[in-house]
T-cell receptor, first 108, second 111 residues
Framework: GQQVMQIPQYQHVQEGEDFTTYCNSSTTLSNIQWYKQRPGGHPVFLIQLVKSGEVKKQKRLTFQFGEAKKNSSLHITATQTTDVGTYFCAGNTDKLIFGTGTRLQVFP | DTGVSQNPRHKITKRGQNVTFRCDPISEHNRLYWYRQTLGQGPEFLTYFQNEAQLEKSRLLSDRFSAERPKGSFSTLEIQRTEQGDSAMYLC?????????FGSGTRLTVV
């Protein structure tokens, strides 16, 4: 079945540093979604990418969808303590298949 | 409140007991999903409904698990003869035009 992997598993950064998480699917995706889950919380939708090579920005967050539609990345510029949480990519067909997640810790 | 509502928020049960969780999705969303999440892992797909029809069930959903959505609105997830391995967060989500909206989940602890 479809598998979605993310690296790194954990990332600790100093506030103000940049952060990137990478997502790779074993199969070509029709589209990909990104979610953020705060500690003790539930996944919250961030964005959906559909087109090959697509790049979308949300303030300090930049999302990319690979040309082959099998990989994606999320880059956060100048992290803040409010960015703490686990970031999941999810391949979207009839259902979401979540990646393994990257847990971000930001030290002030 | 226009979000996805789940109850109870927490459930502690003895091994072997049956439990039932409820999910009330966003009213205009016709697709409803159940996921299970254990500590440090991503949510794992269990099953989903389009209106009242259950369209897919994961292999994770053993015979002890059953889900219903009788009128195409709220859904229930029942676990019979609970085992310690069933301890997890059970998340419900409904699907809109873009992203999925998740409820706060029901945390099940089997002792």
């Amino acid at each position: 079945g479809q598998q979605v992997m993310q690296i790194p598993q954990y990332q600790h950064v100093q506030e103000g540093e940049d952060f990137t998480t990478y997502c790779n699917s074993s199969t070509t995706l029709s589209n990909i979604q990104w979610y953020k889950q705060r500690p003790g919380g539930h996944p919250v939708f961030l964005i959906q990418l559909v087109k090959s090579g697509e790049v979308k920005k949300q303030k300090r967050l930049t999302f990319q969808f690979g040309e082959a539609k099998k990989n994606s990345s999320l880059h956060i510029t100048a992290t803040q303590t409010t960015d703490v949480g686990t970031y999941f990519c999810a391949g979207n067909t009839d259902k979401l298949i979540f990646g393994t997640g990257t847990r971000l810790q930001v030290f002030p | 409140d226009t979000g996805v509502s789940q109850n109870p928020r927490h459930k502690i049960t003895k091994r072997g007991q049956n439990v039932t969780f409820r999910c009330d999705p966003i009213s205009e969303h016709n697709r409803l999903y159940w996921y299970r999440q254990t500590l440090g892992q991503g949510p794992e797909f269990l099953t989903y409904f389009q209106n009242e029809a259950q369209l897919e069930k994961s292999r994770l959903l053993s015979d002890r698990f059953s889900a219903e959505r009788p009128k195409g609105s709220f859904s229930t997830l029942e676990i019979q003869r609970t085992e310690q391995g069933d301890s997890a967060m059970y998340l419900c989500a409904s699907r809109g035009d873009y992203g999925y909206t998740f409820g706060s989940g029901t945390r099940l602890t089997v002792v």
